[in-house]
């Protein structure tokens, strides 16, 4: 690696420098500029070339670490993880291949038979008698009768579905 200056960053943006670096590698990884394999600097370096606080690269490439886009391989420093892009070529590849169309009846919901009801298939809870009166009665899957006209619509939707 010479002395060149990978990434750029601009002072003026409003934008914090340490989004702007992680931008900048993660838009060079993705581009390939940055292939599998690649040694980056090290944080003091990229801190002195980029005059940035050393605290800033260090953070970049940790959280880099974490999302999988960089590896830390000891003693020797930090490189673009290859597992991530060969996962990321494969994506490609898997977006680009073209799928057939789904037929349109696949799509919708079976509503007949989702809303066929067979009362004696239902499970029925046994409470107390003073489950109302409890200082928080919630009981799941049980609706409120009185929020909601529970019979009249079951009664609807039996004259609907035959």
Do not use: C
Request: proline share 8%; charged share 25%.
């Amino acid at each position: 690696m010479g002395n060149e200056v990978l990434f750029h960053l601009d002072r003026n943006k409003q934008e914090s420098l340490q989004s702007q670096l992680r931008k900048a590698i993660l838009n060079a990884i993705l581009n390939g500029s940055l292939p599998a394999g690649f040694k980056l600097p090290s944080s003091r370096r990229l801190a002195d070339d980029l005059q940035i606080s050393r605290n800033t690269a260090l953070i970049v490439y940790q959280h880099l670490i974490e999302d999988g886009y960089l590896e830390a391989r000891e003693r020797s420093g930090l490189y673009v993880n290859g597992d991530f892009i060969e996962e990321l070529e494969h994506s490609r590849l898997k977006k680009a291949q073209p799928r057939p169309p789904v037929p349109r009846e696949e799509l919708l919901p079976d509503w007949h038979t989702r809303l066929q009801s067979e009362p004696s298939g239902l499970t029925f809870l046994n409470l107390p008698r003073n489950w109302r009166q409890m200082p928080y009665p919630f009981v799941y899957g049980q609706p409120d009768r009185t929020l909601f006209p529970l019979t009249s619509y079951l009664q609807l939707q039996a004259v609907v579905l035959d």
